[in-house]
């Protein structure tokens, strides 16, 4: 099935050329040139990866990625004409997957979706099944024992890493190439204090589990057999 991605952009112009160069790379496409519908069509349509104007004439590209990260952990990729880095780094930290500033080349724009789909896709896969812990990706929910988990994007896309191969060690690398958006910007103890964030919600639940281990000097990896 082919990738179904939603362009939101009120240029005409713009977003043919956008169109044109994802269906011509087997992308399949839907078209809005407002904000309003959105919700709506992330309810109702699988979207693999929303193209999201920053400029929009009913609302703010960033005040609908805030209001879509409520609810859906869809990639978002900002198209914005602005080039001040204060909105790069706003539209990152309210949940952006990665942002291109117009004017961009069709090869460009192609590429970066392709990117972020490649990064992304690892979230999209069902986990395995786990009596102790349930994943609801749609609200970007995990639970725990029958109890809903208060995490952080960052600690439940870790959570949901670990629930999708339960018993393998993955290091602070792969981690932080799997959760974070730009890896590079973060350290490793930035992963060190998520895990123990995590530890420290799973143990409000469950006091007696530990279902996290610690592998010195490795990484992470969630108990097999829970």
């Known amino acids: 099935m082919k ?18 160069a994802l269906e011509t790379e087997g992308f399949d496409t839907i078209r809005r040139s407002s904000g309003s519908e959105v919700p709506f069509l992330l309810a109702k349509e699988s979207i693999r990866l929303i193209l999201l104007d920053i400029g929009l004439p009913d609302i703010s590209g960033l005040e ?35 942002y291109i500033t117009k004017p961009f080349s069709p090869r460009e724009l192609t590429a970066r979706v392709k990117a972020v789909l490649r990064r992304t896709e690892h979230f999209h896969a069902d986990a395995p099944a786990n ?8 609200k970007c929910r995990i ?13 439940y896309r870790i959570l949901q890493t670990f629930l999708s191969r339960p018993g393998h060690v993955f290091t602070r690398n792969q981690l932080m190439d799997l959760a974070w958006e730009e890896p590079e910007a973060s350290m490793d103890r930035t992963v060190d204090a998520h895990i123990k964030n995590i ?14 281990l610690t592998h010195r000097g490795v990484g992470y990896s969630l108990k097999e057999g829970l």
């Open 3 to 20: 990738a179904k991605i939603l362009i939101v952009e009120d240029e005409p112009a713009i977003a043919d050329a956008i169109q044109y």
């Open 64 to 98: 609908l990625c805030k209001h879509i990260r409520k609810t859906h952990d869809t990639p978002i990729i900002f198209l914005t004409a602005r080039t001040e880095e204060i909105d790069r780094v706003v539209g990152l930290e309210i949940g952006a997957d990665d």
């Open 131 to 138: 009596p102790d812990f349930q994943v609801n990706e749609s």
């Open 143 to 155: 639970t725990y024992c029958g109890r809903d988990l208060d995490l952080s994007r960052y600690e």
């Open 199 to 212: 530890r420290a919600k799973l143990k409000a639940i469950r006091p007696d589990l530990d279902p996290i």
